[in-house]
């Protein structure tokens, strides 16, 4: 079985900055891409950032230049920096991975419990 543990979530002023991480663990034969969702009350789940093993980056609108994403790939880790945050980014964060857990199996996507990240005025 494979679990992503999220940690970093908490209480942050506006213009703060907060790191998030997320560690996969389990049996893992290889990761392609490791990222961030959020979903805030109300509103519907949305992409923050992806990271694929190979180094390309995507990222929403609302948090280009202010978010960075990297990832340790020997620690089957993903990492957000969220620098000069906003009241609007307050919302459940969610690790998310497509791996593949067996030599033979197709790649398969795991989400983290998720972490809350509020950002006060």
């Known amino acids: 079985q494979v679990q992503l543990v999220e940690s970093g979530g908490g209480l942050v002023q506006a213009g703060g900055s907060l790191r998030l991480s997320c560690a996969a663990s389990?049996?893992?034969?290889?990761?392609?891409?490791m990222g961030w969702y959020r979903q805030a009350p109300g509103k519907q789940r949305e992409l923050v950032a992806t990271?694929?093993?190979?180094?390309?980056?995507n990222y929403a609108d609302s948090v280009k230049g202010r978010f960075t994403i990297s990832r340790d790939n020997a620690k089957n880790t993903v990492y957000l920096q969220m620098n000069s945050l906003k009241p609007e980014d307050t919302a459940v964060y969610y690790c998310?991975?497509?791996?593949?857990?067996?030599?033979?199996?197709?790649?398969?996507?795991?989400w983290g419990q998720g972490t809350q990240v509020t950002v006060s005025s």
């Open positions: 990271l694929s093993r190979g180094g390309s980056t």
């Open positions: 389990g049996r893992i034969v290889s990761i392609n891409i």
């Open positions: 998310n991975a497509h791996l593949r857990d067996t030599w033979w199996s197709s790649e398969s996507e795991y």
